[in-house]
């Protein structure tokens, strides 16, 4: 990092190594020219390593509210919503998540993973299982 760069220090966005800075600095490929097909491929067969996964993964050109604001637009539209809300700093226990799943039937439930503000880590494996448990037929949607 140069010295006249000042070291970004906030949970978000992030700071990138100077390669990836060079790779950005590139012109930019259009989705329809040659070149850009197998790209996107080669990007989508490694984001599903990355994911340990064989389903399709979704490449957005945005931040991680994009991809939320995407989620809500298509999957939840006019949703009624219910919080299971916990004190800052702590994740939702799985009791809980049990608990609220009784209440009524829901079509989605969304998951934070990990909340970069606090730094919380939620058990998806764990709510998951809890979901299929309860109610197997909602779906559950993780940022």
């Known amino acids: 990092m140069s010295p006249s760069h000042k070291l970004c220090m ?22 329809v020219a040659p070149n850009f ?13 990355v994911l340990f996964t064989s389903g399709q993964p979704f490449i957005i050109a945005g931040s991680g509210t ?14 009624k919503v219910t919080h299971l809300r916990v004190p800052i700093g702590e994740s939702p226990k799985l009791a809980a998540v049990a608990a609220a799943l009784k209440t009524k039937k829901f079509k989605a439930i969304t998951i934070t993973h990990v909340d970069t503000s606090t730094g919380v880590l939620s058990d998806i494996k764990g709510i998951a299982e809890v979901v299929r448990a309860e109610s197997p037929e909602t779906l559950v949607v993780v940022d």
């Not at 097909?37 to 390593?49: D, Q, V, Y």
């Not at 604001?69 to 939840?76: E, G, R, S």
């Open 10 to 31: 906030i949970p978000g966005p992030i700071e990138f190594h100077e390669d990836v800075l060079q790779a950005m600095a590139t012109p930019a490929t259009s989705h």
């Open 37 to 49: 097909i197998p790209a996107l491929g080669e990007s989508i067969e490694l984001l599903r390593k």
């Open 66 to 79: 994009l991809g939320w604001d995407m989620t809500a637009c298509n999957l939840t539209y006019g949703a």
